[in-house]
């Protein structure tokens, strides 16, 4: 999980308190801010879910003590200062109590994306029968690539021809049939993000 321990973190700067952001893992949406002074710091890296000090309260409180939302850790890491810590979690439900997937109000997962990767492996690990993933896979790997070929001129042509409608709806349909290509081919939108940063640098 993390080789960090409460000695790195600088607590004195806040009265024995540091800020933590907390990202899905996933996503990396940002889910919630709060607040960890060492004791809660180490109960998260004991028991592997985000626990933290409660200034309302003023005690330790795990995420989802009462709601069964707990957050578990998959990494953590603090800031060049040492006085703010980011983890990333996997949230098990709502974040917010407010029943929302985030304590931040935005409008929509930007990075859905992400989230649609991980349903797409999720078809593959767990099949269901009659899903069009598990149809597409019975007809193996020709005609996946032959999908991302025809969204592919379909899109061109909504660009060219359609309205703006159409063509984020024809871009959509590539986008899933090439993420759908890169699991097929033991691939992931992480490789493409590293080559592409790799190209820029």
Same mark, same amino acid.
């Given at each position: ?48 879910? !985000? ?6 309260? %003023? =005690?330790?409180?795990? +995420?989802?003590?009462?709601?069964? $939302? @707990?957050? #578990? ?18 949230? !098990? ?6 029943? %929302? =997937?985030?304590?931040? +109000?935005?409008?929509?997962?930007? $990075? @859905?994306? #992400? ?31 032959? +999908? ?54």
């Amino acid at each position: 999980m993390s080789n960090i321990n409460s000695s790195q973190i600088d607590f004195t700067k806040t009265d024995g308190l540091v800020p933590v952001v907390v990202q899905d893992n996933q996503t990396l949406e940002v889910l919630m801010l709060g607040y960890m002074n060492a004791e809660a710091f180490e109960k998260t890296q004991q028991e592997g879910k !985000v626990t933290f000090f409660s200034r309302s309260k %003023s =005690r330790l409180w795990t +995420k989802g003590e009462e709601s069964g $939302n @707990f957050l #578990f850790v998959q990494s953590i890491a603090i800031d060049c200062d040492n006085d703010t810590i980011l983890i990333k979690a996997n949230p !098990v439900g709502p974040t917010c109590h407010t029943g %929302s =997937r985030s304590c931040f +109000k935005t409008d929509f997962n930007q $990075n @859905f994306i #992400f989230e649609l990767e991980n349903i797409i492996n999720d078809r593959y690990e767990n099949p269901v029968e009659g899903s069009y993933i598990n149809k597409m896979r019975s007809k193996g790997l020709n005609k996946i690539a032959q +999908k991302v070929g025809e969204e592919g001129v379909e899109t061109v042509i909504a660009a060219l021809a359609e309205t703006k409608e159409d063509l984020v709806n024809e871009a959509s349909d590539l986008v899933f049939h090439l993420m759908f290509l890169l699991k097929e081919k033991g691939l992931s939108i992480k490789d493409i993000a590293e080559n592409l940063e790799k190209r820029h640098k």
